[in-house]
């Protein structure tokens, strides 16, 4: 499997480390606990698209969001999980 890195291009899967859903959102601090118990602990075992994170670390160290289909491990996309700021060191 191959992942698109939107800065280094087409790497081996092996180059990346699965870093896990990326489709929860942190609640907010004064929130309740039950809600960051379920953001830090509840995931979905979805089939189909899905999000997740991925770091490039044997590249860029960059952070991923990578959509892949959990059925046929198609990869339609990658992007920067934020951008770059002017001057970062990649
Ligand atoms: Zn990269």
């Not at 896990?20 to 606990?33: L, Y």
């Not at 953001?39 to 189909?48: K, T």
């Not at 997740?52 to 992007?79: F, K, M």
Request: charged share 20%.
């Amino acid at each position: 499997m191959r992942i698109p890195c939107p800065y280094c291009g087409s790497r081996d899967i092996g180059e990346f480390v699965y870093r896990g859903d990326a489709s929860p959102v942190r609640p907010a601090a004064d929130g309740a606990e039950a809600a960051m118990f379920a953001y830090v602990y509840l995931r979905d075992n979805p089939m189909g698209r899905h999000e997740e994170h991925w770091y490039h670390t044997q590249g860029c160290r960059n952070w991923l969001v990578v959509t892949r289909d959990t059925l046929t491990h198609e990869i339609p996309s990658a992007r920067l999980a934020a951008p770059l700021n002017a001057g970062d060191a990649v």
